[in-house]
């Protein structure tokens, strides 16, 4: 048997099925204004649920009474927001076990992970190397797998060839951005040895010298140490990343174990 109203008011506990609800009291003790529903429950547009997908589903709001003005959820995303939506919540939320999500994830804050963090399916594990893994540019049916090196210091670098000239002449930026103390060039000469040294460092250019009397011709790597950032401390002692005596909001530990 059902029954029709227009509007239902319930003052104190409504419960719609069977078995006892502890956390929301029971007789004397029941908590007013609690409702307790034994599922499965929809809520919103029926008809994307075609079996039991859970306790709770939650549909499109396909509600056509005249007052029924959804309105956007305020703010913005780095690739916008993804309305209407079937759920809104305002404060904070818990899940007490696993969270599956079909589509996109997007988070205007940080993501914080209490263990690994894991991609493509298990495939990429970001505690683990830095990689870049792609379709193999010559050889079909093979892939390419390259891993970024790793060092104690937060180096940034510089490369190219030197020909007819007796300088390098260093990217502007790094005026602000390198420590010139930090600096180390690699010569490598071409097609003859020419016996180049670096002779000095001054204004943002590495002054080159050949004791060989022919024009310099070789390729250049030059490294150097930002200076806009903390210096880091490769070993410190500690049992875990919030030991490290340096300022840790400048990094991101990305293969912490």
């Given at each position: 048997m059902s029954y029709t109203f227009d509007d239902l008011d319930v003052g104190g506990q409504l419960r719609i099925g069977t078995g006892l609800c502890p956390s929301l009291g029971e007789g004397d003790k029941k908590i007013d204004g609690s409702a307790f529903i034994e599922g499965p429950m929809v809520v919103g547009a029926a008809g994307h649920f075609p079996t039991p997908y859970a306790t709770l589903m939650?549909?499109?709001?396909?509600?056509?009474?005249?007052?029924?003005?959804?309105?956007?959820?305020?703010?913005?995303?780095?690739?916008?927001?993804?309305?209407?939506?079937?759920?809104?919540?305002?404060?904070?939320?818990?899940?007490?076990?696993?969270?599956?999500?079909?589509?996109?994830?997007?988070?205007?804050?940080?993501?914080?992970?209490?263990?690994?963090?894991?991609?493509?399916?298990?495939?990429?594990?970001?505690?683990?190397?830095?990689?870049?893994?792609?379709?193999?540019?010559?050889?079909?049916?093979?892939?390419?797998?390259?891993?970024?090196?790793?060092?104690?210091?937060?180096?940034?670098?510089?490369?190219?060839?030197?020909?007819?000239?007796?300088?390098?002449?260093?990217?502007?930026?790094?005026?602000?951005?390198?420590?010139?103390?930090?600096?180390?060039?690699?010569?490598?000469?071409?097609?003859?040895?020419?016996?180049?040294i670096v002779k000095g460092i001054r204004d943002n250019k590495i002054m080159l010298q050949s004791n060989s009397g022919i024009p310099i011709n070789c390729y250049f790597h030059v490294y150097g140490e930002r200076r806009d950032c903390e210096r880091n401390i490769p070993e410190y002692e500690g049992t875990s990343p919030k030991d490290y005596p340096g300022n840790n909001s400048e990094y991101l530990q990305s293969g912490q174990v």
């Open positions: 939650v549909g499109p709001n396909l509600n056509v009474d005249p007052d029924n003005n959804q309105t956007e959820v305020p703010g913005d995303l780095c690739q916008g927001l993804s309305p209407p939506y079937s759920l809104a919540v305002s404060s904070n939320a818990a899940v007490m076990g696993n969270l599956d999500v079909n589509f996109r994830i997007q988070a205007g804050g940080l993501i914080v992970a209490g263990m690994d963090v894991v991609s493509k399916c298990g495939r990429h594990w970001l505690s683990a190397k830095k990689d870049f893994d792609i379709e193999h540019p010559t050889k079909e049916g093979w892939r390419l797998r390259h891993v970024a090196p790793e060092g104690p210091t937060a180096d940034v670098y510089y490369r190219g060839k030197v020909v007819n000239k007796k300088s390098i002449q260093l990217p502007e930026y790094w005026r602000k951005l390198v420590d010139t103390s930090t600096i180390t060039v690699n010569l490598t000469p071409i097609g003859a040895h020419q016996n180049v």
